[in-house]
């Protein structure tokens, strides 16, 4: 049983740590993640290794190819912007079905998400990106529809690395106040465009980003 257990904990170090290299950028596009290494480094065996690296295989942010071994998820520009289309189609449709019925507990779950602006250092914008993807969790959830927010909680997992890349942690509590006052209010139009307006000020900069200083990383011409 505490073979079970320290091996338990070992993946979830190995997880985290792993991810927030990846979402940090310290862990470059198309790197090849080594077993080995990682195994030396975390000081622990090979299976929760590959057990959190099989994890974050499944949010996309790592590549298993057979035979070859296990590579951070590399992104076309069309791929990313794709992605973010995608994003504003189950953002839109969840804020408009939510708007409607949201109830006072989940206002209340939306104004607690956020713990508030601690520095520009990796730890705090790995918490950051994890309440993003909570807030807009919470709000696909409260729609209703329980595989939208399924569906839009794997897309911020495959975003998260990019959206360490618009600097937000400063200003990202008052963009979600904005929705979160809309929501109480039931107010469809305003949430609708508080919403889409986060999406398009988010996109805009990190694409900009990803291709004026981030582009030699990217398979941006594929």
């Not at 076309?76 to 504003?88: I, K, M, S, Y």
Request: overall charge negative; some cysteine.
């Amino acid at each position: 049983m505490l073979h079970v257990r320290d091996e338990s904990t070992s993946k979830s170090r190995a997880y985290k740590e792993l991810r927030r290299s990846i979402i940090m950028g310290h862990r470059k596009p198309g790197e090849r993640l080594s077993l080995a290494e990682i195994t030396s480094a975390y000081n622990t065996s090979i299976t929760p290794v590959r057990d959190a690296l099989h994890m974050l295989n499944q949010e996309g942010l790592v590549t298993i190819k057979p035979r070859s071994g296990y590579f951070v998820s590399n992104i076309t520009l069309r791929e990313l912007q794709e992605l973010f289309e995608v994003r504003e189609i189950l953002e839109l449709a969840a804020v408009e079905r939510t708007a409607g019925r949201i109830t006072d507990d989940c206002i209340a779950a939306l104004s607690q998400v956020h713990a508030g602006y601690t520095g520009d250092d990796d730890e705090s914008y790995d918490r950051y990106t994890d309440e993003n993807r909570r807030f807009h969790y919470l709000i696909a959830e409260a729609s209703g529809n329980q595989e939208l927010a399924e569906m839009l909680g794997r897309l911020h997992d495959r975003l998260a690395r990019f959206m360490v890349l618009r600097g937000a942690g400063r200003t990202q509590v008052h963009t979600h106040e904005h929705i979160v006052e809309a929501l109480k209010a039931h107010d469809v139009a305003v949430a609708r465009q508080a919403m889409l307006a986060e999406i398009t000020e988010t996109r805009d900069l990190i694409l900009d980003r990803v291709i004026r200083t981030e582009g030699a990383g990217w398979l941006l011409g594929a």
